[in-house]
């Protein structure tokens, strides 16, 4: 009698572990296919646009990714925000936020061979940054980082301006020394020489594009932080040191 009933016990407690495991895997189930059936919907609405991902974003609306971009929804998909989404409590920007965490890399998975490397100094700390050869702030930035020390600095060329963007980072990127002849450029407006060789420009742009880099300078520190525009000198120094 005793072994009948821990038996039945025993199945029992498999049965309700089983119940309580389907339990909690359903409503993820059910979200799952939520996001999946406004995903087909919005595809179908909108010419079937190429739809990245579809998230429930706390503030009750769908967040659906179109590559680089974001735009909110209902679950019907029957109106669409295109436009920031600012939190008007705290007035952040929620959709920028949205954007730069889904963009984030760890520096050091940054693909460093679309890159040349400056090392003043002891080169202890380290920057990255995105800049197009015809951007003002880029040459702006240039000028506040050429007295900065003990820094080793990535350039990511990022020829989106203009074509002419494109023929001076191949002529750069093609010289005997890529970052003097940058340098010279950005800070004393010296055209660099034409030069042919095989250039990554379609990968450059691509992984500009990938990283959401809107505009240039766009600079990202080891503590895998990021900052857009030609910030002083002193702010630098201090991103530097705290990335330390």
């Given amino acids: 009698m005793f072994k009948l009933y821990s038996k039945f016990l025993g199945a029992l407690l498999v049965s309700l572990v089983a119940t309580g495991a389907v339990a909690q895997k359903t409503p993820n189930v059910a979200a799952e296919a939520k996001t999946q059936a406004i995903k ?19 503030y009750g609306l769908y ?50 061979e679309l890159s040349f490397k400056q090392v003043k100094g002891t080169g202890a700390r380290k920057v990255a940054i995105f800049e197009d050869p015809n951007c003002g702030y880029c040459k702006q930035l240039r000028q506040s980082m050429k007295d900065i020390d003990n820094v080793t600095i990535y350039t990511f060329p990022y020829p989106i301006l203009s074509p002419d963007s494109t023929t001076k980072v191949r002529n750069i990127w093609c010289a005997k020394d890529r970052g003097a002849t940058w340098d010279a450029w950005m800070l004393k407006g010296q ?34 932080t990021r900052v857009g525009g030609a910030i002083p000198k002193d702010e630098i120094e201090n991103r530097l040191k705290q990335a330390m």
């Fill in 40 to 58: 087909k919907l919005f595809s179908e609405r909108f010419d079937q646009a190429p739809v990245t991902a579809v998230r429930l974003t706390p």
């Fill in 63 to 112: 967040e659906i990714q179109l590559g680089m971009d974001l735009v909110y929804t209902d679950e019907k998909v029957s109106f669409v925000l295109d436009g920031t989404l600012i939190d008007a409590m705290t007035r952040r920007d929620i959709t920028r936020e949205r954007q730069d965490a889904l963009a984030k890399i760890p520096f050091d998975q940054l693909p460093f």
């Fill in 191 to 224: 055209v660099p020489p034409t030069v042919e060789c095989d250039t990554p420009i379609d990968a450059m742009v691509a992984l500009g594009q990938k990283l959401m880099v809107r505009g240039t300078p766009a600079l990202f520190f080891t503590d895998d």
